[in-house]
């Protein structure tokens, strides 16, 4: 079994995962596409940052659910190839991008950013929820759905058996707990407006949650 350990490694990871994402079982993918379709964020006519848009599953449901515009950001090449491939919408931006450096839009732009299963490889939260208060107009809103910090405690994390070597592949991850998400959002100007655990659809009673979610809505400036 192999583990990445650096960035070009995480997006070598998903450049080969691009190849059987859409088409492998995986349940964590499938319940946090549930999870967006659920929510009650406002998406007709507004404008979307989508964070780790991968190869474009959710970036098709966003656009058939009305958005203006959606600015798609992924770090594999491979993933974004594959979401220009499923989605040909004009509304729709795809830019390849390290989400550490500055994201590519204007102050106080955006409507909505969503993140998809994308920052347990990142290993500091603060920049991204200050680059997404950049963004966002004030009231705009980030959704969040990620691996549960209790999985992570319990070792899980990524990981797809890689096509072409037949091995299993670990993706680089690091630990956020609940609270470094608030502490991060609260730091860059959010409030929290909704906060959900997901559980399997075969969960049992002693069943961990799998996904957690958060929404978070930025302040008024005084």
């Given at each position: 079994m192999t583990q990445p350990s650096t960035k070009s490694e995480i997006a070598a990871a998903y450049n080969d995962w691009a190849e059987t994402y859409d088409t492998m079982p995986n349940?964590?993918?499938?319940?946090?596409?549930?999870?967006?379709?659920?929510?009650d964020l406002k998406l007709a006519g507004n404008t979307i940052i989508e964070v780790g848009c991968g190869t474009g599953r959710n970036t098709e449901w966003l656009a058939n659910a009305g958005a203006a515009a959606i600015l798609?950001?992924?770090?594999?090449?491979?993933?974004?190839?594959?979401?220009?491939?499923?989605?040909?919408d004009r509304r729709v931006r795809?830019?390849?991008?390290?989400?550490?450096?500055?994201?590519?839009?204007?102050n106080s732009s955006a409507d909505v950013v969503?993140?998809?299963?994308?920052?347990e490889h990142v290993e500091r939260l603060d920049p991204i929820f200050a680059e997404a208060a950049r963004a966002l107009k004030s009231?705009?809103?980030?959704?969040?759905?990620?691996?549960h910090p209790t999985l992570q405690l319990m070792g899980k994390q990524?990981?797809?058996?890689?096509?072409?070597?037949?091995?299993s592949t670990l993706v680089t991850a690091f630990l956020h707990l609940t609270e470094d998400y608030h502490h991060a959002a609260i730091s860059s100007?959010?409030?929290?407006?909704?906060?959900?655990?997901?559980y399997p659809p075969d969960a049992q009673a002693?069943?961990?949650p799998q996904l957690l979610e958060l929404q978070f809505r930025l302040r008024a400036q005084a």
């Open positions: 349940v964590t993918r499938d319940l946090a596409a549930n999870a967006l379709k659920q929510s798609a950001l992924d770090f594999s090449e491979k993933m974004l190839k594959r979401a220009r491939t499923r989605v040909k795809f830019v390849q991008q390290d989400l550490h450096d500055p994201w590519p839009v204007s969503v993140v998809m299963l994308v920052l009231g705009g809103e980030i959704f969040i759905v990620e691996l990524a990981r797809f058996t890689n096509a072409k070597r037949g091995e100007g959010f409030e929290l407006v909704r906060e959900i655990d997901w002693d069943t961990p």
